[in-house]
């Protein structure tokens, strides 16, 4: 099978890394041209990664077809591309709908979205797939965790929960930059609030729905330090900021407008 990216930019190049690094992926891969410096490094780290310059014939030569462009470039990329009825399409780009993207790649209807995440590039974390494809979870699944939605709909809030990255390094930084105003060496600071956060995030992974909802409770001590921070958070609003950020990026992909990750 020949998989082609329409786009070699930070994700495209997390997923190659990805496949190539993380799950010895050896069929071949086609990437465009485009951001030149990127395109060329990565065919001169993988043999079966080739630089193709013409999109047209880039598509021409792909099984699946990887859209990769920022969402505001998709329409004017696809519009014209001649796509066949055996290919499959799977879109990365934000907020752009599949009753769109089949507008623009018809004749091909096999067409799909999916959110990676940058850790795709070390093996790790969620993929969000619309509709549920056997052979895309299977691709993905090699450096990730598939997880399919067969509604649209539900695929936004995928894409909404996504948008906490920033939020999430942010909040280790805040912690680590903490400490280092009250003097502690940088270097200490950031071992002990990396393995932190890490633990943690570790111990949450693969927990069912109720174990998750519970492991807040569990882990406090009443009248402890962690009840009097969690209380500090809970009563300043925190979670009706977190519930409200997830809201507003909902609503802006739901809106159907362009939107950037
Ligand atoms: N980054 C993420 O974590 C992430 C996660 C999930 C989904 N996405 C989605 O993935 C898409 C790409 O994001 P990104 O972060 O990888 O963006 P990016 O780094 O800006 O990459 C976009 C790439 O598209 C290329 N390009 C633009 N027009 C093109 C054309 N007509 N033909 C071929 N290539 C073209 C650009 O080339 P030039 O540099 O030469 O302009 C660049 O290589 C976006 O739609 C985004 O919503 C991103």
Known sequence: MI???????????????????????SDRILISKRSPGRSAKLAH???????????ASLVEKSDWVIVAVLPGQVEATLAKLTFRSDQKVISLAAGIPLARLSEWVFPCTNVSRAIPMPPIEF????????????????????????????DEEQFNLFGAASAVMADYFDQVATVSSWMESHAMEPDTAARYTTSLYHALASLTLGQAPEDLQSMSAECLTPGGLNEQFLTTCTDSGSRDTLKAGLDDVLARLESNTDSTS
């Open 45 to 55: 780290d993988y043999d079966h990664v080739e630089v193709v310059a013409e999109n």
């Open 123 to 150: 093996g790790m974390g969620p993929v969000a797939l619309c509709p549920q494809d056997p052979s895309i979870e299977a691709l993905f699944g090699r450096i990730g965790t598939a997880v399919s939605v067969s």
């Open 3 to 25: 998989v082609g990216f329409l786009g070699t930019g930070a994700i495209s190049e997390a997923i190659i890394r990805g496949l190539c690094d993380k799950a010895n992926y």
